[in-house]
């Protein structure tokens, strides 16, 4: 038996009614990497609704691996289900251990690394809008071509073409404003507010046109190898059983929302760092212009950018989610606390992190850090940037992937230089955001078609 809850130290600073909220919002991410100071368990009261935020690597492993048959999704993730429909990322239990049994076909890495034409056509495709000199959102510019990625990886199809379109213009819509009204009561779902109105009509247009592709790929027997044909394709090994159409739709928009934000926020900050830190772009172009020069990056290559690998793992973890959630779900011990079925337990990627017990100067941008002969020292369980357990993220490989080939093919003929004069600061969002990352694009490399020819 272990001390109840009521033992656990709680955050300072709560005011009746609203709790923590208000140091919360003033200082987010300070607040949260605050807590490993206070003790390995700590209660912050969101309002009036406790949550148990666990800050050491041993009990965030316990929440998620040792003890995970013990905890389900959470508060967050019952508000995201009108979001993301009943997808992988919203299910529990032995309903997501069939669902993840399910599609784990789609995520093999020699079918990933059969789509790496497509990613690297969709990152030159972005930077040829791109003008030398010309201030650029880099931000914008990611999200863009992360989008436009996993929707050829899901639509190869002629007849999807337009659906692509569709997507690229409403899914920002129904993530932006989702995750607000996730965070906002459920009894205002229906009030007559912007942010409902322009959630209900990017839900809407969204639904229809991938019900319209899902109705068009069956009535064709369409297989053209992408993710939607695989996942069509897919039945569970123990019930032969395929997906409905409404679980089609609802994983597909599970996919595309995980496959755009974590990999553009990451190239968006990776472009930050190596504006600041010019000798790791300088190693980054030596690799690149060694390995493959200006040429299509080909699945052979990807072993040898090691270095490449090294910056983008030093970004997620530099950048990393700021707060996940799970609710008991029976009883269970954690760190010697026993934990009542409906508790709300929380943990932060971004503290775990950040936390010098666990990396040497932790805010400095070290991509050598994940050197073999260093990374050994790095604890068990202290890095998880796509989480761990039964609900790691199947798409890791995929955006791994992605983010090599899209960061290797821009470099190798771009630079991104910071904007003299500007600071780029750091949004506190779910996963932290630039809020706004200008950056002036200078070729590295120019093509025999973009030179100048001269004046007859």
């Not at 997507?167 to 129904?174: Q, T």
């Not at 090294?310 to 029976?330: D, G, I, P």
Request: glycine residues 8%; aromatic residues 6%.
């Amino acid at each position: 038996m272990g001390v109840p809850l009521s033992a656990v130290p709680r955050a300072p600073g709560r005011v009746p009614l609203a709790g923590n909220v208000p140091a919360l919002l003033r200082r987010r991410m300070e607040f949260i990497q605050s807590l490993r100071t206070i003790g390995d368990m700590v209660r912050v009261d969101i309002g009036t609704w406790p949550v148990y935020f666990v800050t050491s690597s041993d009990l965030i492993h316990q929440v998620l691996v040792t003890n995970a048959g013990s905890f389900q999704r959470g508060r967050l993730f019952d508000r995201a289900r009108p979001v993301f429909g009943t997808g992988l990322g919203t299910m529990n239990g032995e309903e997501h251990r069939r669902r993840r049994r399910l599609m784990q076909p789609v995520f093999q890495r020699s079918r990933i690394t059969g789509y790496t034409q497509i990613m690297g056509d969709c990152a030159r495709a972005e930077t040829e809008t791109w003008t030398p000199g010309e201030t650029l959102d880099v931000d914008d510019a990611m999200y863009s071509q992360a989008l436009t990625t996993v929707a050829r990886t899901m639509f190869s199809a002629d007849l999807a073409r337009p659906a692509i379109e569709e997507v690229r213009r409403w899914l920002p819509v129904l993530v932006k404003d989702g995750v607000t009204r996730a965070l906002l009561p459920r009894s205002m779902d229906r009030w007559p507010i912007g942010v409902n109105r322009r959630f209900n009509t990017a839900a809407t247009r969204l639904r229809a046109v991938i019900d319209k592709v899902v109705e068009e790929y069956r009535v064709g027997e369409i297989d053209n190898g992408d993710l939607l044909s695989v996942l069509m394709a897919a039945r569970d090994p123990e019930t032969g059983q395929t997906l409905s159409d409404t679980q089609l739709r609802d994983e597909l928009v599970t996919i595309m929302v995980g496959g755009t934000e974590t990999t553009a926020l990451t190239l968006a900050w990776t472009f930050h760092e190596l504006g600041r830190h010019p000798e790791v772009e300088r190693r980054l172009h030596e690799e690149v212009d060694s390995v493959v020069g200006t040429r299509p990056i080909e699945p052979e290559d990807l072993p040898r950018l090691g270095y490449t690998t090294r910056v983008l793992n030093e970004t997620l973890r530099l950048h990393s989610l700021l707060v996940f959630m799970r609710r008991a779900a029976k009883p269970v011990e954690i760190g010697g606390v026993d934990i009542p079925p409906g508790t709300e337990i929380g943990y932060s990627l971004y503290a775990l992190h950040h936390d010098p017990r666990l990396f040497t100067d932790p805010d400095r941008f070290d991509p050598d850090r994940w050197l073999p002969e260093r990374s050994k020292d790095v604890p068990r369980n202290a890095y998880i940037p796509f989480s761990a357990g039964s609900h790691k993220c199947m798409g890791d490989g995929f955006a791994s992937i992605e983010m090599v080939i899209s960061l290797a093919t821009i470099v190798a003929r771009w630079r991104l230089l910071p904007v003299p004069g500007h600071v780029v600061r750091e949004m506190t969002a779910a996963l932290p955001r630039p809020q706004a990352l200008p950056m002036i694009p200078e070729l590295r490399h120019v093509t025999a078609s973009e030179r100048v020819q001269p004046a007859r």
